[in-house]
C-alpha cells in the first residue's frame, strides 16, 4: 500500500521558518494533485494548500496562510513541500500531507484518498 511520509517538523519560535517535506512510498503520484492540511488540538483537520498534478504546478492556499506559505513539488512531481515562513502560535498543529486522485486543486479532506501521519510542528512565542 502506497505511504506518504511527512518529515520536517519541530518546534520554533514564532517569526521562524520551516520547511515541511512528504514523500510517497512509490512514485505514484506525479500526475496526481496533493495538498497540506493541519490539526489543531482539539480542532477539526483544516485545509492549508493544495498543488495540481501533472505539468501545471497551480498553487491555492487558505487566507490565513497565504503570503507565509508556499507548496511545491520536486521535478519528478512526486515529493511536496511545505515552505512556512513568519510562523505564528497560531500555526501550532500536526500537519498531514494527502494525495488525491483527481489533477486539480482541491481543499476539501474528502477529495484526498491517500494520507500522512503528520509531522508536528510546535510554534512558540
Known amino acids: 500500500q502506497v505511504q506518504l511520509v511527512e518529515s520536517g517538523g519541530g518546534l520554533v519560535q514564532a517569526g521562524d521558518s520551516v520547511r515541511l517535506s512528504c514523500a510517497p512510498s512509490?512514485?505514484?503520484?506525479?500526475?496526481?494533485?496533493m495538498g497540506w492540511f493541519r490539526q489543531a488540538p482539539g480542532k477539526e483537520r483544516r485545509f492549508v494548500a493544495a498543488i495540481s498534478g501533472g505539468s501545471g504546478r497551480s498553487t491555492y492556499y487558505a487566507n490565513s496562510v497565504k503570503g507565509r506559505f508556499t507548496i511545491s513539488r520536486d521535478s519528478a512531481g512526486n515529493t511536496i513541500y511545505l515552505q512556512m515562513n513568519s510562523l505564528k502560535p497560531e500555526d501550532t498543529a500536526v500537519y498531514f500531507c494527502?494525495?488525491?486522485?483527481?489533477?486539480?486543486?482541491?481543499?476539501?479532506?474528502?477529495?484526498?484518498?491517500?494520507w500522512g501521519q503528520g509531522t508536528q510542528v510546535t510554534v512558540s512565542s
Open positions: 512509490e512514485r505514484v503520484f506525479s500526475r496526481q494533485a
Open positions: 494527502a494525495a488525491a486522485q483527481g489533477h486539480g486543486m482541491y481543499s476539501t479532506a474528502d477529495a484526498y484518498v491517500y
